[in-house]
């Protein structure tokens, strides 16, 4: 994946050459079938991915793009002609399709490139009459995160991101309260109601994100993640066969102990690599 990112990036900077477009183009658009969950735009079908005893409404779904698709996409989004903006406050660079938003609506309206249009359809929003029309990318280098914000009463409520290449924890905030959720490449967030209007979210400047976790008799007992169980990560160690030298084997991961604490064992630390996100949303129209 890294070299596909390495190679992607010498693209946008220099001319590609023949073999390199010939490449680009062997690599499969997203396909109906190739997408793991069926989505036909009815909430219950949502439940089961909802992050339960956590705030309403927050809902995780690990693994819907393939590494191929997430190839696939950053080959997109790298080989856009004039798409980037430099955001030199917050250190990271973005890309905007859809329109700008403005308090009387989405003005300069353009329609999506085909791979937004793809990604649009894997999206929920809780009102069938309503359409993603909106979305921004955001670049992240290692160390570069986003400050806890509300994304606003412009777009509607309902939020879709999809995080390509890294993990990174993706936290909620209200007052001194702190939610913490593993965001794993492949993986897409959605949330709405008090997530939306109530919370902050945001993502911090590290260079890497810790976890803590209880560990006893070869299980996991806890961890101060809320979507822990929702996790390719809590998958993975379901299957491992002994879950400390699993974690000590992972090439981002150091698994350190700690002592005296009365509720956790471990604390692993989880390196960041370069991060794509893909917010989709809905911006009503200017009238
Ligand atoms: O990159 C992310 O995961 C968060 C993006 C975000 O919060 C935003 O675009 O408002």
């Not at 309206?109 to 069938?128: G, T």
């Not at 491992?240 to 064992?265: G, K």
Request: aromatic fraction near 12%; charge should be neutral.
């Amino acid at each position: 994946m890294f070299k596909a990112i390495m190679k992607t990036v010498k693209q946008e900077k220099t001319k590609s050459s023949l073999s390199e477009q010939q490449d680009i183009a062997q690599i499969p658009k997203i396909q109906e079938k190739q997408i793991i969950i069926e989505f036909n735009r009815q909430i219950f079908d949502y439940l089961p991915y909802q992050i339960p005893n956590a705030i309403d409404s927050i809902f995780y779904f690990k693994e819907i793009l393939t590494n191929q698709q997430q190839e696939f996409l950053m080959n997109e989004i790298y080989n856009q002609p004039k798409r980037w903006v430099d955001l030199p406050h917050s250190q990271r660079r973005v890309q905007k399709y859809g329109g700008d938003v403005r308090d009387e609506g989405l003005i300069n309206v353009e329609p999506f490139p085909q791979f937004l249009s793809q990604l649009s359809n894997l999206c929920f929003l809780d009102d069938n009459n309503l359409k993603i029309n909106h979305a921004l990318i955001n670049e992240y280098a290692p160390g570069i995160g986003i400050h806890p914000h509300f994304d606003g009463p412009l777009y509607h409520n309902f939020v879709n991101i999809f995080s390509i290449n890294s993990t990174c924890i993706f936290k909620f905030t209200k007052q001194n309260e702190c939610l913490k959720l593993l965001v794993e490449p492949g993986s897409l967030i959605i949330f709405t109601k008090q997530a939306y209007t109530e919370w902050l979210h945001g993502i911090d400047y590290y260079h890497d994100d810790t976890i803590l976790l209880q560990i006893q008799d070869n299980q996991i007992c806890n961890c101060d993640l809320i979507n822990f169980k929702h996790t390719l990560f809590y998958s993975n160690l379901q299957k491992a066969h002994n879950i400390i030298d699993y974690l000590n084997n992972q090439p981002n991961y150091e698994l350190c102990q700690i002592q005296n604490h009365n509720q956790f064992t471990h604390s692993l630390i989880i390196r960041r690599l370069l991060r794509i996100s893909i917010t989709l949303r809905h911006v009503p129209y200017s009238k």
